[in-house]
C-alpha cells in the first residue's frame, strides 16, 4: 500500500467516526430534550438511536431512565446493565439498578467468580491487560539472550510477574465471553416454554427483568436457564447484555 493510499483510508476512516460521533451527539440531545418534555416513549427511541451510533455508559443510562418512566422496567435493567458492561464503575447505574430491582422485586444475576472477576475493569481493558503483560513476560526472558546478556533476577522476576498478569487477564476474559450469554426478561408475564414454538407448554411465567442465562438459540427462541428452571423464550421478549 503506497504512502497516498494509507492517507486516504485513514482520512475515510476519521470522517468516518466523525460522522458517527455526530449523529451519536445529534440522537442524545434530541433525548435530552424530549425526556424533559416528558415524552419518554420518543426519549427512549433516540437515546438507542445514540446508543447505536456510538455505544457510551451516559448514553445507556439516560436510556434506562426514558425506559422506566414509560413503565418498561425490564428494558430499563438492560440498558443499565448495559451501561456497566462499559463502564463498571458508574455509580448512576449501579444505583438504578438497585432501586429498579427492589421495585421489581427481582435479583441480580448469579454470577461465576471469574465472571465476578471480569467486572473488575471494562472488557477491553482485559484484553490490552493480557497482550501487555505477555509481551513483559517475552521480553524479560527474551532480550537479555538477544543483546547477549545474563538474566539477572530482576528479569525473572519481571517475566514472572508478567506471566501471573497474563493469566490473571485471560481468565478474566473468559469471564467476560461467559457474560455475554447473560441476558433478562423484557415483557412482563413472559412465557418460558418447553418447546421453540408458540403452541409450546408454558413452563413458568417470568418477571420483567428477571435474569437469565441463554444456552442456545434456535430461530426466534432463545433456551434459558432461569431460577424458575430452564425452557424457551421468545428473542422479542429476551435482551442479552451485550448483542
Known sequence: MSRRHFIFLFALFLAVELSRANSANDFFAQGVALERAGRFPEAAAAFEKSAQAQ???GTLVNLGIAEWQRGH???AILAWEQARWIDPFDARAENNL???RAVAQVDEPQLK???AASLWLP???WVWLAGASLWLAVGALTLPGFFRRRK???QQALAAIGLGIFLAAMTA???VVSRTNLGFVLKKNASLLLTPTREGEVVASLNTGEPARRLRTRGDY???RTANGTGWIARDAFGLVNK
Do not use: H, L, Q, R
Open 222 to 224: 432463545f433456551f434459558i
Open 73 to 75: 422496567a425490564g428494558a
Open 98 to 100: 438497585k432501586f429498579a
Open 173 to 175: 476474559n473468559v469471564g
Open 152 to 154: 539477572s533476577g530482576w
Open 123 to 125: 472488557p477491553d481493558a
Open 55 to 57: 455505544p457510551a455508559a
Open 113 to 115: 467468580w471469574f465472571e
